[in-house]
């Protein structure tokens, strides 16, 4: 019977569905008003790669934001059954919530409980952020990195407070927040992302490195999985891959590594092709590697290309 109930529940005309029609319809207006309209357009064009900050003087952003309060909450609370029709996510400290996607352009609403928020490390991915600080208050940093070094710049959160992380290595770090800081986070993603590096606050030391694009992830999952299956019928490609400049060099250079272990001689013709390349940016540790691994093994100097 429980299952008949669920079902006759989510079905046409069942409260679950009715709860969910409600909140898509407070949805739509919420789209249809004015000034979200108006961000949206703004939204779009960045996210294809306009210059600017569809965010401006924070006008038009409140607006909106003013706008999903009035038309989402009230459906919500009248419907508690529904489903924001948003992607979310809480951690117990830190809310988000998905307002629009537009292209490489992310809109965002941040919630941020009071307290402290202890961090022993900091990523950087290479793309644009603006931060608009809507509501509270509470006390951060940016923190760039210089060469080897991070160097961080206290700042003070508070309701009209806008900060910009330009596509370099930037990054804000709430470090305290004393009443429930909201703000309306813009990040735009850099059109071919580089690899997310974390690193240590204390020290500066990079700690880890992952794709940030899920092509060159699954990409990378493949050479490691054939890699360990023995798959030398693969190194060609991955020769190919490393040696052409297909891809982003922490790809590259990953290709390089399991080439180099499913066979010797391709692999070492990819790395003395690209050790040799002019304007490379992988020559200086292709000619490094390539060096150690002759003085290591002097047998591997005497390898020629298949």
């Known amino acids: 019977m429980r299952r008949e109930a669920l079902l006759a529940a989510l ?83 830190t809310g988000s919530l998905l307002l629009a996607r537009a292209g490489r352009a992310l809109l965002s609403l941040i919630a941020r409980e009071p307290g402290r928020y202890e961090r ?79 690193y240590a606050l204390a020290s500066g030391d990079l700690l880890h490195q992952s794709a940030s694009d899920p092509d060159e992830s699954r990409a990378e999952l493949a050479f490691a999985v054939l890699g360990r299956m023995g798959r030398a019928d693969a190194a060609p490609a991955m020769a190919a891959i490393a040696r052409d400049g297909a891809g982003s060099d922490h790809l590259r250079w990953q290709a390089l590594r399991e080439c180099l272990g499913l066979d010797t001689r391709a692999g070492l013709a990819a790395l003395r092709a690209i050790a040799a390349g002019g304007g490379d940016p992988l020559r200086g540790p292709a000619r490094a590697l390539l060096d150690r691994l002759c003085t290591e093994h002097p047998a591997l100097a005497a390898f020629e290309p298949a």
């Open 120 to 198: 022993r490390a900091i990523g950087f991915d290479g793309g644009e952020r603006h931060e608009l600080v809507l509501a509270g208050r509470g006390l951060g940093r940016v923190v760039r990195r210089c060469g080897t070094a991070l160097r961080s710049h206290p700042r003070p959160l508070a309701e009209g407070v806008s900060i910009r992380l330009g596509p370099t290595d930037e990054a804000l770090l709430v470090d305290r927040v004393e009443v429930r800081l909201v703000s309306l986070r813009l990040d735009r993603l850099p059109v071919r992302p580089p690899p997310l590096r974390e």
């Open 11 to 93: 079905g046409d005309g069942g409260p679950l569905a009715d709860a969910q029609g409600a909140l898509l319809a407070a949805r739509a207006a919420w789209r249809d008003d004015p000034a979200a309209a108006a961000l949206s357009g703004a939204l779009a064009d960045y996210g294809a790669g306009a210059a600017g900050d569809p965010l401006g003087d924070g006008s038009l952003a409140r607006a909106a934001v003013d706008g999903f309060v009035r038309k989402l909450l009230p459906a919500l609370a009248a419907n508690p059954l529904g489903h924001l029709p948003f992607r979310h996510g809480f951690d117990a400290k």
